[in-house]
C-alpha cells in the first residue's frame, strides 16, 4: 500500500470510512510512521479548521415556535391556507377539549397501542389529564396511586399521553421546558415506586432525562460497560460526544438494540450521557445508508419506536449514520447546545 | 412519508442559522432566511427535510447576496470598526474582528470548498454532502482537506496582515 492520501485521511477522521478500509487503513498505520505522522498532522489541521470556523457563529437564539412561522404573513395564496390552518386548529383544540373531559371514550391515534393492558392505559390517560390541569404537581399525583399500576413501562405511557395532546398548540419552547420539569416528575416517581427502600445510587448520571424512555435511561447506569473498539462496531463507525471532553465510560444496551451510550464528564459533579444508535436518518424506506456490510439486524425502527420519535419530545439528532440523544442534569437549553456540538469523536490513533 | 418538520425544526434550526450566518454575515438575517426556509418547508412538505431546508437556504443565501450587493454597496456588515487605539493582544481580539478575519479567510475558498465545509459543519454527512454539491462522495475528504488547508492559511495570514497593520 503506498502512502495514504490526505483525502483519506480527512475521510478518516470525519468517520467516513466504510468499515473495510478502515481496518486495512488502520492496519496500514500500524507499519508506516510516514502515514501515521500524517495522520497526526491533519487532525491537528482539521482541529484548527473547526476551531476557525467556530469562532464565527452568530449569537444563539430560541428559535421562535414553528406555529409562528406558518402564520407569518406571506404572499396572497399564503394567506387562503392561514385561514384553512387556523379553522383547523380551532377544529383541532375542540376536538381535544372533548377529549380531555372524555379520556377513554376515543382513543388517540398517536398514543402507541397497548392491547395488553388497556385498563393501565386508560389510567395514565386520567392521570395526564389530571396533570395537564396541575402541572406544577406531577409528583404527588404519582405518589397518591402508588400501587395501581403494574405496567412495566408505565412511565413511558404517561409522557406520551400527556404530551400528545399539546403537539400542535403550544410553542415548543415552552413544551420543552414543560417536559423536562414533567419527565423529571415522571422520573423520580418512577424511582420512588421502583426503589422504595433506599435513594438513587449517587453515581446515577443525569438527574434530568429529556426523553420518552426515561425508565429506559435510568436503568442505563447498569448496562455493561465496554470499551472504544466494541463502541465502534456496535455502531458501525466511531461514536460520537463532545469534542475535548473526557469519556468516563462507553455502555452498551442489553439486548440487540444496538444503543451506546457515552458518558462524558462536564466537571466534576456533571456527567452527560450520550445515547446512539444506528438509525436512517433519511430514507425510512431502507435504501439509505446500504453500505455498511455485515448488519443483520433491520435497521428502520420498529413502528412502536417510530411512534415514539414522534410523539416524545427529546434532544435528539441525527449525527450521520447515528440517531442521538442527549442527557444530563442541565437545564433544556444547555443540553441543546450541547447537543449541537456533538461530532464523532476522534478515531484512536 | 415526509420526516416531522416539528423534530427538524427543532433538531436543525441553529444548525441551519449558523449556515446561512457564513453566507450572509448578519445574524438576524440569517434567523429571518432559516424561518423564511421552514415556512416555506411546511407548505412543500419535502420527503428529506434537512437535505431539502439546506438546498432552499443555500439558494436564498446566494439571492439575499445578490440583492445586498445591488442595493447596500455601501453597507459594511460589521458596523463597528475594531478600537484601534487599544492595541489588544491575540487573545483579546473581539469577536467581530474575528468574525471578519473569518469571513476574508472563507472568500479565499473555492465556492464549491466553501460549500462543502460550511455543509459539513452543519453536521451532513458525506453522502449528504455529496448529493447537495454534486461531487462524487469518493472526492468529499479531498475537497475537505483542502478547504481546511486553505481555511486555516488564509486566517493565519489574516492574523500576520493584521498585525502587521496594527504594529506598522
Not at chain 1, 395526564?128 to 412495566?152: H, M, N, V
Not at chain 1, 421502583?194 to 453515581?203: K, W
Not at chain 2, 454539491?133 to 483542502?146: D, P, V
Request: aromatic share 6%; with cysteine.
Amino acid at each position: 500500500m503506498s502512502h495514504v492520501d490526505e483525502g483519506t485521511l480527512h475521510a478518516y477522521l470525519d468517520g467516513e470510512l466504510p468499515s473495510g478500509e478502515r481496518a486495512a487503513l488502520e492496519a496500514h498505520f500500524a507499519g508506516c510512521a510516514t502515514c501515521r505522522a500524517n495522520l497526526t498532522e491533519e487532525r491537528a489541521l482539521r482541529e484548527r479548521a473547526t476551531a476557525v470556523l467556530g469562532s464565527a457563529r452568530p449569537a444563539e437564539r430560541p428559535a421562535p415556535p414553528l406555529e409562528q412561522l406558518r402564520r407569518e404573513p406571506q404572499r396572497s395564496p399564503w394567506r387562503v391556507r392561514r385561514s384553512f390552518a387556523w379553522a383547523a386548529s380551532i377544529a383541532l383544540a375542540l376536538g381535544l377539549g372533548y377529549y380531555m373531559r372524555n379520556p377513554g371514550a376515543s382513543p388517540m391515534a398517536s398514543v402507541p397501542p397497548a392491547p395488553a393492558q388497556p385498563v393501565a392505559v386508560a389510567q395514565n390517560r386520567a392521570v395526564a389529564t389530571e396533570e395537564d390541569k396541575t402541572p406544577a404537581r406531577p409528583q404527588s399525583q404519582r405518589q397518591r396511586r402508588p400501587g395501581e399500576r403494574q405496567a412495566s413501562r408505565p412511565v413511558d405511557e404517561v409522557v406520551v399521553a400527556q404530551q400528545a395532546p399539546r403537539a400542535d398548540s403550544a410553542a415548543p419552547a415552552l413544551r420543552l421546558a414543560d417536559s423536562v420539569k414533567l419527565d423529571a416528575g415522571a422520573v423520580s416517581g418512577a424511582l420512588a415506586r421502583a426503589e422504595p427502600d433506599r435513594a438513587p445510587p449517587p453515581a446515577a448520571p443525569a438527574s434530568i432525562v429529556v426523553d420518552g424512555a426515561p425508565a429506559r435511561r435510568l436503568a442505563s447506569a447498569a448496562w455493561p460497560v465496554i470499551n472504544r473498539r466494541l463502541a465502534r462496531s456496535i455502531l458501525g463507525e466511531e461514536p460520537v460526544g463532545l469534542p475535548g471532553l473526557a469519556t468516563r465510560a462507553y455502555r452498551r444496551a442489553p439486548g440487540t438494540d444496538g444503543t451506546v451510550v457515552v458518558e462524558q464528564v462536564l466537571d466534576s459533579s456533571t456527567v452527560i450521557q450520550i445515547f446512539q444508535r444506528p438509525a436512517y436518518p433519511y430514507d425510512s424506506s431502507g435504501s439509505g445508508y446500504t453500505n455498511d456490510e455485515g448488519r443483520s439486524r433491520p435497521r428502520v425502527y420498529a413502528s412502536e419506536d417510530r411512534a415514539r420519535e414522534r410523539s416524545s419530545l427529546r434532544f435528539g439528532r441525527f449525527v450521520r449514520g447515528l440517531r442521538v440523544e442527549i442527557t444530563g442534569p442541565l437545564s433544556a437549553d444547555s443540553l441543546n447546545r450541547l447537543l449541537e456540538q456533538v461530532a464523532p469523536l476522534p478515531p484512536l490513533p | 412519508m415526509p420526516d416531522d418538520i416539528a423534530e427538524v425544526y427543532r433538531s436543525t434550526y441553529p444548525a441551519l442559522v449558523r449556515f446561512l450566518y457564513r453566507k450572509v454575515w448578519d445574524a438576524e438575517r440569517a434567523e429571518d432566511l432559516a424561518q423564511e426556509a421552514f415556512a416555506r418547508a411546511l407548505v412543500h412538505r419535502p420527503e428529506n427535510t434537512r437535505g431539502w431546508l439546506f438546498v432552499v437556504a443555500a439558494n436564498m443565501a446566494r439571492d439575499d447576496a445578490r440583492r445586498a450587493a445591488r442595493e447596500k454597496r455601501h453597507l459594511t456588515l460589521l458596523k463597528s470598526e475594531p478600537d484601534a487605539v487599544h492595541s489588544s493582544p491575540e487573545e483579546d481580539i473581539d469577536a467581530a474582528t474575528r468574525t471578519k478575519r473569518v469571513r476574508v479567510a472563507l472568500d479565499e475558498l473555492t465556492p464549491r470548498d466553501r460549500e462543502a465545509l460550511l455543509l459539513w459543519d452543519a453536521g451532513m454527512s458525506y453522502d449528504e454532502i455529496a448529493a447537495q454539491t454534486g461531487l462524487a462522495r469518493g472526492a468529499i475528504g479531498t475537497t475537505l482537506a483542502r478547504a481546511r488547508r486553505r481555511l486555516v492559511e488564509a486566517y493565519d495570514a489574516g492574523l500576520e496582515g493584521g498585525q502587521h497593520v496594527a504594529r506598522g
